[in-house]
Structure formats: structure tokens, C-alpha cells
């Protein structure tokens, strides 16, 4: 293997670690409630990083991790995960909070300079924006 291959490997397998066990911590945090974990989220800004970490790398890494999860993260444990993730790695990351009426469902996802970079890119037209967080 070569030398930049190792390090994109070395990279993607922390950065899945560090997914996996955010997934554990946002568990965790289920017992101080949504608001509190929303309010957390606010206040982690986009580090001055001089990592060189793309937002796919990022969301491939949360993606696995859920793989390897006990058991299913839904959309806003995946959502809330990526996020601070991506802005661990100075990326402007924005949580979006959405729904629609009928029939009626929400969903969250996550946005990069206004695109959706772990989910399907329609959402934004298909759900009314509740929050951005």
C-alpha cells in the first residue's frame, strides 16, 4: 500500500472511531433531553483546523460507524454526530431540522455551504425547514 493510501485509511478509521463513539455519547445524553443536546450543538463553531479532511470522508465515516452501531441511529443521532464532526474539522456545518404536514414526517440532515452532504439533495424542497441548527 502506498504511503497517502495508509494515511486516507489511518484517517477514515479515526475518524469512524471518533463517529462511533459519538453515536454512544448522543445516546447517552438522551437522559439530559433534546433541548439540552441542541443547545450543545450551538456552541461547537467550526474549529480553526489545518486538517485537510473532505465532508465525504466525514460522512463515510459516521455512515460506517453506524454500521458497527449496537443498533439503528436514526436520522438525528446521525445528523447531530456529522455535524459536530464536520465542524471538529473547521467545516461550516449546519444540522437541519425538518417535516412535512401530510402525510405527515420529519427527518434531519446536514448542510455544507447551503448543500446536503448526508442525505438525499431534495430535502431542503421537500421539508419545511423547522430549525438550523
Given at each position: 500500500?502506498t504511503?497517502?493510501?495508509?494515511?486516507?485509511?489511518?484517517?477514515?478509521?479515526?475518524?469512524?472511531?471518533?463517529?462511533?463513539?459519538?453515536?454512544?455519547?448522543?445516546?447517552?445524553?438522551?437522559?439530559?433531553?433534546?433541548?439540552?443536546?441542541?443547545?450543545?450543538?450551538?456552541?461547537?463553531?467550526?474549529?480553526?483546523s489545518?486538517?485537510?479532511?473532505?465532508a465525504g470522508?466525514?460522512?463515510?465515516?459516521?455512515?460506517?460507524a453506524?454500521?458497527?452501531y449496537?443498533?439503528?441511529?436514526?436520522?438525528?443521532?446521525?445528523s447531530?454526530?456529522?455535524?459536530?464532526?464536520?465542524?471538529?474539522?473547521?467545516?461550516?456545518?449546519?444540522?437541519v431540522?425538518g417535516?412535512?404536514?401530510?402525510?405527515?414526517?420529519?427527518?434531519?440532515w446536514?448542510?455544507?455551504?447551503?448543500?446536503v452532504v448526508?442525505?438525499?439533495?431534495?430535502?431542503?424542497?421537500?421539508?419545511?425547514v423547522l430549525?438550523?441548527?
Amino acid at each position: 500500500m502506498t504511503a497517502p493510501r495508509t494515511r486516507r485509511a489511518l484517517r477514515l478509521a479515526v475518524l469512524t472511531t471518533h463517529a462511533w463513539l459519538a453515536l454512544v455519547a448522543f445516546d447517552c445524553a438522551r437522559a439530559v433531553g433534546f433541548a439540552r443536546v441542541c443547545e450543545w450543538l450551538r456552541r461547537r463553531r467550526p474549529a480553526h483546523s489545518s486538517s485537510r479532511v473532505l465532508a465525504g470522508d466525514i460522512v463515510w465515516a459516521v455512515d460506517e460507524a453506524c454500521v458497527w452501531y449496537v443498533k439503528r441511529a436514526a436520522c438525528l443521532q446521525r445528523s447531530v454526530v456529522a455535524t459536530w464532526l464536520l465542524r471538529r474539522h473547521g467545516l461550516r456545518a449546519e444540522m437541519v431540522i425538518g417535516c412535512r404536514p401530510l402525510p405527515f414526517e420529519s427527518h434531519s440532515w446536514v448542510e455544507v455551504d447551503g448543500n446536503v452532504v448526508n442525505d438525499q439533495p431534495q430535502y431542503p424542497k421537500v421539508f419545511t425547514v423547522l430549525d438550523r441548527l
